[in-house]
């Protein structure tokens, strides 16, 4: 029992100990408040004149260059490896004959399909024959069929096979990777090689939500590629993104036409530089001169010389680091940008502009 008296006793005493300190530390910052308001005391703040500026929707956006095509080719038959015709970073034409398989197995294969094709199709006309006159049944004559039907089908499957052991480029471009050697045995799914197309490029990039309503499929846009700052690129928009992503962003395709010694290589680094007519003219004020964030819809302006005063505003686009002002401000006035956070309605300030 008087272990739980003892207990209680301290808890009260620690909470009343708590209690003190709180009430001393909220006198004190209202004693510092005061001094401010009085005159005593003055915070330092930086200030910038409210102006009509132009307003500008130009922006950038920064993005690598992918492959318009990239394509990973595979084998389609089986076979030995007997000869290749293209090395890495050879340019390739669509049709173009890239490597060929040992054909003997796949001749022996298309030789025995025919003859088989061959005999079924003398059975299959006897059949018809004997049928006319009562020799056979109709459910033999549908069975001779059915062979000779299959039959013709492994006639095609061994010349397709025997075609594709003539690999061909499925599309034009460059080979970036061989996976074979002469004598390499494949079997159907082998990779062979690497073929990527540069001859068009994708630049992907994002944009934000006041930027992407500004934009649709088609749109010109200039590219710039800091390892060539002499060269000049033209793309258009190929794809918007209907979703934005985790970073509220909206991906972007731009089809840029590549010149013909396929300077440009997917994986380079590029800007877009997206250009609007102008817009006319408003207020325009840092970001920074907001209380807290642009969504508190308040700054402080300088009232003569000393005297700082909280006003609402009505606020408009974002544009970088810079925030369209709807209402609330006029030409002339001085905003503060800096040391807001020592700040009430009406405190004393010192400005201290550069």
């Known amino acids: 029992m008087k272990k739980i008296i003892i207990t209680i006793v301290t808890l009260v005493a620690a909470g009343a100990l708590i209690g003190f300190v709180l009430s001393n530390n909220k006198k004190k910052n209202q004693e510092k408040i005061e001094i401010v308001n009085k005159g005593s005391g003055a915070a330092s703040v930086k200030t910038v004149k409210v102006a009509m500026k132009d307003l500008d929707s130009d922006f950038n956006s920064n993005?690598?260059?992918?492959?318009n095509q990239d394509l990973k080719l595979m084998a389609e038959t089986s076979g030995i490896i007997s000869g290749i015709k293209v090395r890495e970073g050879d340019r390739v034409s669509k049709g173009q004959i890239l490597a060929t398989i040992d054909e003997k197995f796949l001749s022996l294969d298309l030789q025995n399909a025919e003859d088989s094709y061959q005999k079924l199709k003398t059975d299959q006309q006897r059949y018809e024959s004997s049928f006319k006159t009562g020799g056979v049944t109709q459910s033999q004559l549908d069975d001779i069929n059915l062979q000779l039907r299959n039959a013709d089908n492994k006639v095609q499957q061994a010349k397709r096979r025997i075609s594709d052991a003539h690999v061909k480029a499925p599309i034009s471009g460059t080979i970036n990777k061989?996976?074979?050697?002469?004598?390499?045995?494949?079997?159907?799914?082998?990779?062979?090689?690497?073929?990527?197309?540069?001859?068009?490029?994708?630049?992907?990039?994002?944009?934000?939500?006041?930027?992407?309503?500004?934009?649709?499929?088609g749109d010109k846009v200039d590219i710039k590629v800091p390892v060539f700052p002499q060269d000049s690129f033209t793309g258009k928009i190929s794809f918007i993104a209907a979703r934005a992503d985790g970073a509220l962003n909206f991906p972007l395709e731009i089809k840029v036409d590549n010149d013909r010694n396929n300077k440009i290589r997917a994986g380079m680094y590029a800007t877009a530089v997206f250009k609007f007519e102008k817009q006319g003219q408003a207020?325009?004020?840092?970001?920074?001169?907001?209380?807290?964030?642009?969504?508190?819809?308040?700054?402080?302006?300088?009232?003569?010389?000393?005297?700082?005063?909280?006003?609402?505003?009505?606020?408009?686009?974002?544009?970088?680091?810079?925030?369209?002002?709807?209402?609330?401000?006029?030409?002339?006035?001085?905003?503060?940008?800096?040391?807001?956070?020592?700040?009430?309605?009406?405190?004393t300030v010192v400005v201290q502009n550069n």
């Open 178 to 217: 061989r996976y074979i050697e002469v004598g390499t045995y494949l079997s159907a799914g082998t990779a062979l090689f690497d073929i990527v197309d540069v001859s068009q490029l994708k630049l992907t990039v994002a944009v934000n939500e006041s930027q992407v309503v500004q934009l649709k499929n």
């Open 283 to 347: 207020i325009v004020v840092p970001r920074s001169a907001f209380v807290g964030s642009v969504n508190s819809n308040q700054v402080y302006v300088l009232e003569g010389s000393n005297k700082a005063r909280l006003k609402t505003v009505t606020p408009g686009p974002i544009m970088g680091e810079s925030v369209v002002v709807l209402s609330g401000l006029t030409e002339g006035e001085s905003v503060i940008t800096s040391g807001q956070i020592n700040l009430i309605d009406g405190a």
């Open 63 to 67: 993005g690598n260059f992918v492959p």
